[in-house]
């Protein structure tokens, strides 16, 4: 399966602090992308990164993407209680045209 | 900021039923999607849809889905008879272009219930 992983399920921060997410895939990508999901909510977009960029960042928003370890991090720093949300990773593969493959997602609490 | 707009945001069915869920890309976007999440699992891609024909779908999407696009804005989503295990979170997305480099934007979703 395609499919990314994020790690961990679930992890609760004191507002502030920053949030560490991680995303495993297990073949091939030519993208990756992370998405937000509030509860109930659509998806939003955060930030997409492409198979030959390293590091990207937007905001407060830091993504790394390590193909050799077909890994991906998502790092929000400083965070708030705005933050609280669902994370995922989601996965473009060459040959598999344009659908995006979605992991379970991390669900962060920040606590004010 | 351009958004992608579903109606309605609840739907609730009788098991059956045919369902119609509404989708209004951006409007400059060429191509377009269906994903669902069933309630605490994954995010899953059923079909994508670009000059008017589908490019491709999943195993999710057999005979009892269509999709459509009636309009110069409209994407449409049918269900022909409706199983208790269509309930789930059905999202629409729409990209310029199909390469997925730049990312999709997604509506906020229908919450399909069959009861």
């Known amino acids: 399966s395609q499919q990314g992983e994020e790690d961990p399920q679930a992890l609760s921060i004191q507002e502030g602090e920053n949030a560490t997410m991680n995303c495993s895939y297990k073949?091939?990508?030519?993208?990756l992308q992370w998405y937000r999901q509030n509860s109930g909510r659509g998806l939003v977009h955060l930030i997409l990164?492409?198979?030959?960029?390293r590091e990207k960042h937007s905001g407060r928003l830091r993504v790394t993407l390590d193909t050799s370890k077909k890994s991906s991090s998502l790092l929000i720093t400083a965070s708030r209680a705005a933050d609280t949300a669902s994370y995922f990773c989601?996965?473009?593969?060459?040959?598999?045209?344009?659908?995006?493959?979605f992991g379970t997602g991390t669900s962060l609490t920040v606590i004010p | 900021e351009p958004e992608v707009t579903q109606t309605p945001s609840h739907q609730v069915t009788q098991m059956g039923q045919e369902v119609i869920l509404r989708c209004v890309p951006i409007?400059?976007?060429?191509?377009f999607y269906w994903y669902r999440q069933i309630l605490g699992q994954k995010v899953e891609f059923l079909v994508s849809?670009?000059?008017?024909?589908?490019?491709?779908k999943s195993e999710i999407f057999d005979d009892q889905f269509s999709v459509e696009r009636p309009d110069g804005s409209n994407f449409t989503l049918k269900i022909r008879s409706t199983k208790l295990e269509d309930s789930a979170m059905y999202f629409c997305?729409?990209?310029?272009?199909?390469?997925?480099?730049?990312?999709?934007?997604f509506g906020s979703g229908t919450r399909l219930t069959v009861v």
């Open positions: 997305a729409s990209s310029f272009t199909g390469t997925g480099l730049d990312g999709y934007t």
């Open positions: 073949t091939s990508i030519n993208n």
């Open positions: 990164i492409r198979s030959n960029e």
């Open positions: 989601a996965t473009g593969a060459p040959n598999t045209g344009n659908q995006f493959y």
């Open positions: 409007s400059n976007h060429l191509y």
């Open positions: 849809f670009y000059n008017n024909e589908i490019s491709e």
